[in-house]
């Protein structure tokens, strides 16, 4: 089923409940005066809330993995298809761990993935006047307290799934007391941990999350925005709901981890609603269920781990499900698109086989990449009727398909490189390609006949001889006068460039990392990355930085951004022609 809106995208239970809001007319055309914590020069723009917003709130404490892209399509998709809005907002109420780095490399990859967000840039950090005083708010409708118990006494009195908690001996303190010492909090007055700031809901709710959740905490930290402005910090829960509020947004979508967490997310609304602190239409929370992967880890924590413990190359190995290691591997937004489409929006907790996304990839690669001959395992051949000097220039399409792309030549000369699984002593059956006085054509050159070969003295394959058959050039007339079965491609020995391949595969060696073995770090896949030396035809000279390819029978390969330069040229392997992934 398709929507009115946009004939071409799958429907899901998210769109389903937008269509119907729309039509419900839920967003009034009001104007609302603007957003505190858009740091941008909007400030004070008037904000049509007749349009659903949605909101993309990355904590800046690492770099995008693929999951974040699934949400990234799923909320900014949403906002496009639907003619509203989606903003960009880090959620850094976090100082911890949170830094400048995260917050621009966040940005890019949002924009790489193709979406703009314009004035649509926000940092809950803005709000904390806002959030301080909401917690205010609710200190004095007796509705938050600040509690004395130690950590540890809170953990013990919060009670467990089968148990209900315990009051703390301090939630019926007076208003005043409450506020006074949440002032003195803010004051710096105590040490992180000492005092903590707790929404007064039942300590013997069934859900763990309603037992007086904590709301603000102390933390002696510098915020990489606020610097040290303050030394108290909302909870995640707490800030959540009041940055969607401020906002406007319509649809705050999350992954299902926080299904448990919606009643206190509109809690926190309602109260704040009926204390005039903030004013309908108020969001609403829908959850999805998030994107696992096979071979892969998606989380921060992890792929932080990955980095500092010098695993990999960095945040942007191309081996790394991050957004900046998939746009050095080559992998395009497009394909990320086609790949968030395939396996679709859903409240069903799945694992997605990797082999999905590199399909994804090279359907979109497949349309857009150049053509470029590489040999990737070279053995020599001589053309042993091939005058010595002469050397021939071949016509090469370079995109098979479509012609638009042009043309190239290269260059055929009396020796060339040849793959050495392209030939075989003893052919196995249904081998059609070179073995003794079998024929095969030279791609975009002649069909050739094997002679013979040499041998060294382990018995390893030398040099292949062969003879050409003259009149048999592509493109001529007589092409088609013999018929072959096999078809190999080749570089010309003189002609041909030395280049670097760098041939990547799954990161992990197993599909689910660390579920047998306990620590995903035993299973790295120690094969996952193989550098090459690979002879290119002579026309990749030329080629820059990020430029892509499709290395004929091989599969797709970017210039490497990091590590390439003119004199040494380094391809990474962006995926292969055909899965070949061992399950
Ligand atoms: P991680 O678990 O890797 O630390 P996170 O959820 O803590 O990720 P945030 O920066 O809080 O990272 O996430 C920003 C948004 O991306 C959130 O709305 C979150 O729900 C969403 N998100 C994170 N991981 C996934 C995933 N695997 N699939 C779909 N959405 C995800
Ligand atoms: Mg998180």
């Known amino acids: 089923m398709n929507n009115e809106n946009t004939p071409n995208v799958p429907t899901n239970f998210i769109r389903n409940i937008i269509e119907k809001n ?32 949605t909101r993309f709130p990355p904590e800046p404490n690492g770099y995008l993995h693929f999951g974040h892209a699934k949400s990234i399509f799923l909320n900014f998709g949403l906002a496009q298809d639907f003619n509203g809005a989606c903003h960009l907002r880090f959620d850094d109420t ?58 540890e006494e809170i953990k013990i009195n919060r009670g467990t799934l089968t148990e209900p908690g315990k009051n703390s001996p301090w939630r019926d303190q007076s208003v005043a007391e409450n506020l006074a010492l949440f002032e003195d909090m803010k004051a710096g007055k105590h ?5 903590l700031l707790r929404a007064k809901i039942d300590m013997a709710s069934p859900n763990i999350n309603l037992r007086d959740p904590a709301i603000y905490r102390i933390r002696h930290v510098t915020h990489h925005n606020t610097g040290d402005a303050w030394c108290i910090y909302p909870m995640y829960t707490f800030a959540h709901p009041i940055e969607d509020a401020l906002e406007k947004i319509t649809h705050s979508i999350c992954t299902l981890e926080f299904e448990d967490q919606r009643p206190f997310y509109d809690w926190v609304l309602a109260k704040l609603t009926e204390h005039n602190f903030l004013e309908n239409p108020l969001p609403k929370q829908y959850e999805f269920s998030r994107l696992n992967l096979t ?17 990999v190359d960095g945040w942007d190995d191309p081996r790394m499900p991050t957004l900046v290691g998939a746009k050095r591997r080559g992998y395009h937004p497009l394909g990320f698109k086609l790949f ?46 091939y005058p010595e000097d002469q050397e021939e220039d071949c016509e090469v399409p370079n995109h098979p398909q479509n012609e638009a792309l042009g043309s190239r030549t290269i ?16 052919p196995e059956p249904k081998f059609f390609r070179l073995y003794p006085n079998n024929m095969v054509r030279l791609r975009y050159g002649y069909v050739v006949k094997c002679t013979g070969f040499d041998k060294d003295e382990q018995g390893q394959i030398q040099t292949v001889y062969c003879e050409y058959l003259p009149d048999t050039k592509s493109g001529t007339p007589g092409s088609a006068s013999v018929k072959v079965k096999g078809n190999i491609h080749w570089v010309s020995a003189k002609h041909a460039i030395d280049i670097k391949v760098n041939q990547y595969d799954r990161l ?8 047998t073995s306990g620590n995903y770090l035993d299973d790295i896949n120690q094969d996952s990355i193989q550098t090459i030396a690979v002879k290119a035809e002579e026309n990749i000279k030329n080629v820059n930085l990020g430029d892509q390819f499709q290395f004929e029978r091989h599969g797709y ?27």
């Open 22 to 53: 729309l039509k419900d007319n839920l967003y009034q055309h009001k104007k609302w005066a603007g957003t505190p914590g858009n740091k941008s020069h909007h400030q004070n723009s008037e904000i049509d809330v007749a349009k659903i917003r």
């Open 508 to 515: 992990f060696s197993e599909s689910d990392p660390g579920k």
């Open 557 to 583: 390969f970017i210039v490497d951004t990091k590590q390439s330069s003119p004199e040494n040229i380094i391809f990474n392997r962006t995926v292969t022609l055909r899965d070949s992934w061992q399950k």
């Open 94 to 151: 976090n100082p911890e761990k949170e830094s400048e780095e995260y917050v621009n490399s966040i940005q890019e990859s949002v924009q790489w993935l193709g979406f703009k967000f314009d004035q649509h840039l926000y940092f809950a950090s803005n709000y904390f006047q806002e959030m301080y005083d909401a917690a205010v708010v609710l200190i004095k409708a007796g509705l938050a307290y600040v509690d004395k118990q130690t950590a």
């Open 411 to 426: 260059k055929l000369t009396k020796e060339i490189w040849i793959e050495r699984q392209d030939f075989m002593e003893v």
């Open 340 to 385: 968030m489409e395939r396996i679709g929006v859903s409240k069903a907790d799945s694992t997605i086989d990797y082999s999905i996304l590199e399909d994804s990839m090279r359907e979109v690669l497949n349309e857009i990449c150049h053509r470029r001959i590489a040999v990737l395992e070279p053995l020599k051949c001589i053309i042993t009727n």
């Open 191 to 195: 040490q992180d941990g000492e005092l």
């Open 295 to 311: 071979n892969v880890v998606l989380s921060k924590r992890k792929l932080i781990e990955l980095v500092e413990k010098n695993l």
